[in-house]
């Protein structure tokens, strides 16, 4: 078991890392995770080459308050509001019409963009201390099992990667659920932890 306070050092030095480009795997509620700057586009295509990643897909972020959405989403969807309430921190990842100017390799071209706030303690404080969005994408070669482990991190990706934040194992099973808004209500967009049933009823 890890000690937060033990691993402050740590988590400062991976803030340092990510700020200058970097890319840091830490771990979730469910699985280990890459975190890039969102903003840096440079950082963007070296996780992408990393997770050998198509660019059709987007990338999630993580942020520690909802303060933070300001910085990624245009608006925020009524609907989601008791959501966010509810669920965060926890493994539901909302997705949120984007803000003008986000770099096309975190949307995917989409027009929107994927926040949660995690419930794991070390992401919490990883986030908290970068005091900004961070990537979330999973730890994983694309079309590989996600990492739940340094062991299995150092598996799939060798050295490539700039620091591992070593929590022990993550949890496994289902990852975040994803959902986004339309006109006609809530639409699950990837099965999660949470069902969709439990969101409507919320």
């Not at 080459?49 to 059709?56: A, C, H, L, T, Y």
Request: aromatic residues 6%.
């Amino acid at each position: 078991m890890f000690d937060l306070e033990e691993i402050t050092s740590e988590l400062a030095r991976a803030v340092a890392v990510i700020k200058r480009g970097g890319v840091v795997a830490f771990p979730t509620e469910t699985y280990y995770g890459l975190a890039v700057d969102p903003f840096n586009h440079k950082a963007l295509q070296r996780l992408f080459s990393i997770k050998q990643r198509p660019v059709i897909k987007p990338i999630l972020t993580l942020i520690s308050a909802a303060s933070q959405l300001s910085c990624l989403a245009a608006d925020i969807p009524p609907l989601f509001s008791p959501l966010m309430t509810r669920y965060w921190p926890g493994p539901l990842t909302l997705v949120f019409p984007a803000r003008p100017g986000l770099s096309p390799l975190l949307t995917a071209g989409s027009g929107t963009v994927g926040a949660r706030i995690s419930s794991h303690p070390v992401a919490q404080a990883l986030a908290r201390l970068a005091a900004a969005p961070i990537t979330a994408t999973s730890a994983n070669i694309s079309g590989l099992s996600p990492a739940l482990s340094a062991a299995d991190i150092h598996e799939q990706f060798g050295n490539k990667l700039d620091m591992v934040i070593d929590a022990g194992p993550a949890a496994g099973g289902l990852g975040s659920t994803v959902v986004g808004a339309s006109q006609d209500g809530l639409v699950m967009l990837r099965r999660g932890v949470v069902s969709l049933t439990e969101l409507q009823d919320v």
